[in-house]
């Protein structure tokens, strides 16, 4: 999922980590009132300073994943939330959470997340995730979601993330795709979402990969 060196934080009961291949930087860690993360401190993450409750409520405020923290024994505390959802950020990527299950190098072992950044502009050097490439591109949206899905009768359950081979993403399994206002727009069972930047029905897939010579694999 990344290719850069990823930072760990010891402490005494658990160890953060921050993957820098995958963070958006959002800011959400630093931008607290909580002494776990404070920018220009060496090291800028401090486990041992927070309880366990503090430490699992701001590591959850990365919406990309980047930061993750483990117990000792290697097992991961937290849990997903009770809803899946995609949130189409204005000009930049798709945050998505839940139970989330990503396809990696074994298909018998994938990739288990609660919380992704996948790329919308078409241009990030680690897709599926973003990697802030939609800076430099221009990439322009504004999270507006026009469509209302078929409805959910549960909000529960894993939401596998799927590729296309240079085409969409798919998001299959029960999510709420929220719009940028904050509002829950759309909702089934699985939808294909645009990952080529150029789809005039963001942020579905209209197909447009398919005539631009979009490459993504």
Avoid at 9 to 33: I, M, N, P
Avoid at 38 to 53: C, F, I, M, S
Avoid at 184 to 204: A, T
Wanted: hydrophobic fraction near 30%.
């Amino acid at each position: 999922m990344s290719n850069k060196k990823i930072l760990s934080f010891e402490g005494t009961e658990f160890d953060v980590t921050w993957d820098g291949a995958l963070c958006t930087h959002a800011e959400e860690c630093v931008r607290t009132d909580s002494k776990l993360f404070e920018k220009g401190r060496t090291p800028w993450g401090q486990p041992d300073l927070v309880d366990a409750a503090e430490l699992d409520r701001i590591v959850r405020r990365c919406p990309s994943g980047a930061i993750k923290y483990t117990a000792k024994d290697g097992s991961s505390p937290e849990m997903p939330e009770a809803e899946n959802t995609a949130l189409p950020l204005p000009n930049g990527p798709l945050f998505v959470r839940g139970n989330l299950r990503i396809p990696g190098a074994d298909p018998e072992n994938p990739v288990h997340a609660t919380r992704v950044a996948l790329c919308r502009c078409g241009h990030s050097k680690n897709k599926p995730f973003c990697d802030n490439s939609h800076i430099e591109a221009g990439f322009s949206d504004t999270g507006a979601v026009g469509r209302e899905g078929p409805g959910l009768e549960e909000k529960r359950g894993v939401l596998e993330i799927l590729t296309n081979k240079n085409g969409s993403v798919r998001l299959v399994g029960n999510v709420t795709i929220m719009a940028a206002s904050g509002c829950s727009r759309w909702n089934g069972p699985k939808v294909s979402m645009c990952r080529c930047g150029l789809s005039k029905q963001k942020p579905f897939c209209d197909g447009s990969h398919r005539d631009s010579g979009f490459e993504a694999d």
